[in-house]
Nanobody, 125 residues
Framework: QVQLVESGGGLVQSGGSLSLSCAASGTIYSSYRMGWFRQAPGKAREFVASVTWRNNKKDYTDSVKGRFTIYRDAATNTVDLQMNNLKPEDTAVYYC??????????????????WGPGTQVTVSS
């Protein structure tokens, strides 16, 4: 069993930066993948970024490449998402998730087993 709690959301102007953090309690095995997703009002939840625990392999959706960076800290069981050059279209609730058997593509929402409650990110124009 894994519990996830996100923090760091808030309101920022377009072009600004925010850093989100996901704290995981419970055992995080080296085989796990951790991901960030987001859901804007009236839209489906979408993949943002992921990182594998064992070899630190990172994946990003195209719209955030070059702006967002995902970090994992095995010592503290945290996964951070540094978001730079934020745009109004980045406004969403951001969720952290864990895939305990990552044999699907990183963006496969249904493959993730545990989810945090989410944190709101609002980017004003």
């Amino acid at each position: 069993q894994v519990q996830l709690v996100e923090s760091g959301g808030g309101l920022v102007q377009s072009g600004g930066s925010l850093s989100l953090s996901c704290a995981a309690s419970g055992t995080i095995y080296s085989s796990y993948r951790m991901g960030w997703f987001r859901q804007a009002p009236g839209k489906a939840r979408e993949f943002v970024a992921s990182v594998t625990w064992r070899n630190n392999k990172k994946d990003y959706t195209d719209s955030v490449k070059g702006r967002f960076t995902i970090y994992r800290d095995a010592a503290t069981n945290t996964v951070d998402l540094q978001m730079n050059n934020l745009k109004p279209e980045d406004t969403a609730v951001y969720y952290c998730a864990v895939d305990v058997s990552p044999d699907s593509s990183p963006g496969t929402i249904g493959a993730y087993d545990y989810w945090g409650p989410g944190t709101q990110v609002t980017v004003s124009s």
